[in-house]
């Protein structure tokens, strides 16, 4: 048996006066995705368990197979992972955004989605000039990165229970009152600080300027974490497999899980990405192992920009050059099966992460169909199937040898 499941971040969302009360993913042309819910059984199910917050680091452990509950410490902890960072016992991670800051608001979390090259440049000159601090930076993807601090037991104690707001949840608000607090902030703040001049004097900031582009302004620290204990994939499940994602806290967790993880070159975590060049890449891996883990951030990246017509745009990119190969791919080889899920709602009203059930759909061999005739939100519930605990789901996927309705409303029990 061979297992593919197909993340599409953030797809989720709520029902939208401006779309006639109906969601992006019930608006959508999603032909292949409504024919994996027709194919196999559709229901709802909840990445996010209670007490954790709604982020793709929660709901992506729950869709790889993990609890969160056990296993989170932290999103940046994560991606040092992907970055082959070992954070030591003296070090806590923290996730490093550049960010636009303007009139006292958050203009821009993404810097105008800043071209990673551009900001290896601006990473390159803060490690170089702000030698005065226990931190060190490494360079990511666009405008995601890392900032590794190193401090006493009762420093990292305080840096872990800081209050740092991640920056796409106060897009077009002001910064202030969501500036990192608590004991241990004073480092932070000042490490911000201090980064905002380095970056208004850098060439790639007058040149981003000169041809219309949001400049970077400032470095934005969250996330935080130390070093987490994950089972390997083989351990937990006996299975080989791979991760495809242009975005360093899957990645991460790939690593973490000692999975393959596989870098496709044009793969940006936005509409432009390369979609062609990672479900060919899926194809060859699956060959070798037998999981695969194809994640597409667009849909997350569009409803953060509270864009309802890009996120339908992504949405329908997904079905059209992922979902849709990976049908065909499925009639050729039936001794398979495909999860399509998101990982959180991503809501075009907040533009920010929320949490609650988010639709799933399971087909191939040895699942029987539960009736459903469309992929969305409102058809999942119909099928009255909720699942409590979003982990249970994929290990239900990966261990059950057959998969039917009855089975599933008691797996998270």
Not at 312 to 319: C, S, T, V, Y
Request: charged share 15%; proline share 8%; hydrophobic share 40%.
């Amino acid at each position: 048996m061979k297992y593919l499941i197909l993340l599409g971040d953030g797809m989720a969302d709520f029902p939208l006066p401006k779309l006639d009360g109906r969601t992006p993913l019930e608006v959508a042309f999603t032909p292949s995705m409504d024919e994996v819910a027709r194919l196999g059984v559709c229901g709802l199910f909840c990445p996010i368990p209670e007490g954790c917050p709604p982020g793709s680091d929660i709901g992506n452990l729950s869709l790889f197979g993990y609890d969160p509950c056990e296993t989170y410490t932290g999103r940046a902890p994560l991606e040092a992972a992907s970055h082959g960072i070992v954070i030591q016992p003296d070090q806590i991670a923290f996730r490093c955004n550049l960010v636009t800051l303007e009139d006292g608001l958050m203009k821009d979390f993404t810097s105008g989605h800043i071209t990673t090259e551009e900001a290896a440049a601006l990473i390159q000159a803060l490690q170089a000039e702000l030698t005065g601090f226990p931190a060190t930076f490494s360079s990511g993807v666009s405008y995601r990165h890392l900032t590794i601090i190193t401090g006493s037991p009762e420093e990292l104690a305080n840096f872990e229970a800081l209050n740092c707001m991640p920056p796409h949840d106060i897009t077009g608000k002001p910064y202030g009152p969501h500036l990192p607090s608590g004991p241990g902030s004073e480092l932070i703040l000042n490490l911000m600080e201090t980064s905002q001049p380095i970056l208004s004097q850098h060439p790639v900031n007058a040149a981003r300027v000169a041809s219309g582009a949001l400049p970077v302004t400032s470095i934005w620290l969250w996330g935080q974490g130390r070093a987490p204990r994950i089972q390997s994939y083989r351990h937990r499940f006996g299975l080989a497999g791979a991760v495809i994602s242009a975005v360093d806290l899957v990645n991460g967790i790939g690593v973490l899980t000692g999975l393959q993880v596989i870098k496709v070159p044009g793969a940006t975590g936005y509409l432009d990405t390369n979609y062609k060049g990672k479900v060919s890449a899926a194809f060859e891996a699956i060959k070798e192992v037998d999981f695969v883990y194809l994640h597409v951030e667009a849909p997350d990246e569009t409803s953060h920009e509270g864009r309802v017509d890009l996120k339908i745009r992504a949405i329908e990119d997904f079905d059209a050059y992922v979902v849709a190969p990976c049908l065909e791919y499925l009639q050729r080889h039936p001794h398979m099966r495909i999860l399509l899920a998101p990982d959180h709602i991503t809501a075009i009203s907040t533009r920010t992460h929320e949490r609650g059930p988010v639709p799933f759909a399971l087909c191939g061999e040895g699942v029987t169909p539960n009736a459903c005739v469309a992929y969305s939100e409102s058809t999942a519930q119909e099928t009255g199937i909720l699942l409590a605990h979003g982990h249970t789901l994929v290990a239900h996927m990966l261990r059950a040898p057959t998969i039917d309705f009855p089975t599933l409303t008691r797996v998270s029990e």
